[in-house]
């Protein structure tokens, strides 16, 4: 083992990264293990371990695994996220994807709401920013009722996600008109920050959940899916696994989007490219 108590042994980093994997399906090679030894030191500290093999050993052989493994999970994924990003797709969600959904089944959020998942939803801005665009599109839509789910495997940034403030420097995304209808600034001059308005945060509901997990405890009549930039930390055959268990909860001709730098390009899927980095189910 390691001197360092700062430090991994191989054996412990190539423990933990197995586990990080078989768990979450986030790879952790190598040159990760600077990052893994710099996330851990919080939770040894917490547990009041004197090192990170220490850590490790309490896991494995000291039987915390089962109530630690979130806490892990919490400490190595990381959680880059912005409102509206990647903004060529909210434009495609409200001048395609919503009126040909609406044209198809034009009783669609009238009968049933529209239903929108944000998968690996971080802290929230993105589904927070999907419920601002489809309130915009129903505006003038009577009866239009819709919903959006956000996910995640952190219970730490789902937290942040449902308390909905965020500081001030994240707004800059929303522009003039979405700022003053959706976002409420803090009277407090000594906190930047602002918070969602209730008039979105009540569209928006929040849920953990494992991508890895062999079945997704939700409906299969989503309308639309996102599922944006995580997939590019997983292996070739757990983003084929997760990408086809994300398919069968979406309805026919409903909305898959991922990732700039994701696709399914060799996956035998029931999927149609309409769109960079987003595909319409057949």
Known sequence: MTSDPDSLSTRSFSRLAALIE??????????????????????????????????????FEGGRLE????????AVTTNKTD??????HFRFLTETALPGLMTAAPRAGLDRPFKVWSAACSIGAEPYS?????????????GFRFSVL???????????????????????????AMRRRYALRSRDP????????????????????????DHYPLEDDWDVIFCRNILIYFERPVQFRVVERLVS???????????HSEGVAGFSLPLRPVAHSIFQKL
Request: aromatic fraction near 10%; include cysteine.
């Open 22 to 59: 078989d768990y979450s399906g986030i790879a952790m090679p190598a040159n990760k293990k600077t990052l893994m030894e710099g996330r851990l030191r919080r939770r040894a500290r917490a547990l009041g371990l004197p090192s990170l093999d220490d850590y490790c050993r309490a896991l």
């Open 67 to 74: 109530g630690e493994v979130v806490h892990l999970i919490d």
């Open 83 to 88: 409102f509206f990003r990647e903004q060529g």
């Open 130 to 142: 999907v419920a601002m665009v489809v309130n915009e599109f129903s505006s003038g839509i009577r």
């Open 150 to 176: 956000g996910t995640d495997i952190s219970s730490e940034v789902l937290a942040i996600a449902l308390e909905a403030i965020y500081p001030w420097d994240m707004i800059t995304p929303f522009g003039d």
């Open 190 to 213: 000594n906190r930047p920050c602002f918070r969602i308005a209730p008039v979105i945060r009540s569209k928006v509901q929040f849920a953990r959940l494992n991508l890895m997990d």
């Open 249 to 259: 909860h979406l309805r026919p001709g409903g909305y898959l989007f991922l990732g």
